[in-house]
């Protein structure tokens, strides 16, 4: 008689797909698992390691969950960055972050070291990741689970460092990217647009640091996490500033009217409290006649105190 359990590849007849979560089978006699949706993964029995064939990434188990693993410094810092985004979300702000011993080559380089001397690299200083201090785990012989996780997050309750952008520019056009500057690693920035209806299309790095692409409202913007930010500049309040000044969404094909968005706009954010302020409103909607149309125009400051217009056409000027 076959002992049924060698049949199956070393995780038994099925698993969670690491990419989609949905229980998949193992196809018997062989070492592989088969998602409908991400195709085959093999299970390697000696290295203990699931590899999806179609893209070569790595998984290893640990507790019943998966741990990819990295191969490149984007990816631990991108899987980083969500979960820094999840903590806030959960009304949380991370403290630390300490990553698996077995990744400090990949991201030394990509660590933040303050150099208060001209110049100089303070090796003593700790260095940091988002802004929040970096420390790497004890060696697997002295805790297991590190050969397989890749890092843990310090957390207490709280809203995170705020984020501030240093510019907006114009722009409601589909296609058009305006870059908005902020502390996106872990900050309200994030949730603050997804709230107004953008989502993330693309996250990537830009230089030493992430950004990514949200779209919506008509619209694309590109977040850019700045760390140890400056306070942005009052533009709003401001009447002798210059320079960029604000981001302008026309809601004409979006909405019927401007003050009632604005109403469900307030009352979601209202909605949420205690894990974010509520919605700034710089300028309540009023009517205003720019050139031959009548507009519905407001005012409103993002996470980072940036000014957001949303202009409606309402009718034309009756001659
Ligand atoms: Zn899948």
Redesign the pocket.
């Known amino acids: 008689m076959v002992n049924s359990a060698l049949q199956y590849p070393i995780y038994g007849p099925e698993i969670q797909?690491p990419?989609?979560?949905?229980t998949?089978p193992a196809l018997t006699l062989t070492d592989t698992y088969l998602?409908?949706?991400?195709g085959a993964f093999e299970a390697n029995p000696d290295t203990k390691e699931l590899v999806h064939l179609q893209s070569g990434r790595h998984w290893r188990q640990w507790d019943g969950e998966w741990y990819r693993q990295h191969t490149h410094p984007d990816g631990i810092r991108f899987e980083i960055h969500e979960a820094l985004d999840r903590l806030y979300t959960q009304g949380y702000r991370a403290t630390r972050v300490i990553i698996a011993e077995r990744y400090k080559d990949l991201v030394n380089a990509y660590l933040e070291r303050n150099s208060p001397w001209r110049g100089q690299v303070d090796v003593s200083a700790s260095p940091k990741l988002y802004g929040l201090p970096v420390e790497f785990s004890p060696s697997p012989e002295d805790d297991p689970q590190w050969a397989v996780i890749n890092f843990s997050l310090e957390k207490e309750p709280g809203v995170p460092v705020t984020a501030i952008p240093i510019f907006g520019c114009l722009s409601s056009r589909p296609n058009a990217s305006p870059c908005v500057y902020s502390h996106a690693g872990y900050s309200p920035s994030h949730s603050f647009y997804e709230r107004l209806g953008f989502t993330v299309h693309e996250r990537f790095t830009a230089g030493i640091t992430l950004a990514c692409w949200i779209e919506g409202l008509g619209g694309r913007i590109e977040l850019i996490q700045v760390p140890e930010p400056r306070p942005a500049a009052d533009a709003f309040g401001d009447e002798h500033y210059t320079g960029y000044y604000h981001l302008s969404f026309d809601l004409t094909e979006q909405v019927d009217s401007l003050p009632n968005w604005l109403a469900a706009v307030r009352q979601s954010f209202a909605a949420e409290e205690g894990s974010t302020k509520a919605l700034t409103i710089l300028l309540e909607p009023q009517q205003q006649i720019i050139g031959d149309r009548v507009y519905e125009v407001a005012f409103i400051a993002d996470a980072d105190g940036l000014p957001l217009e949303f202009i409606r056409v309402i009718g034309h000027v009756q001659p």
Do not use: K, Y
């Not at 998602?35 to 991400?38: A, D, K, L, N, V």
């Open positions: 797909c990419h989609c979560r949905q998949i998602c409908t949706r991400h």
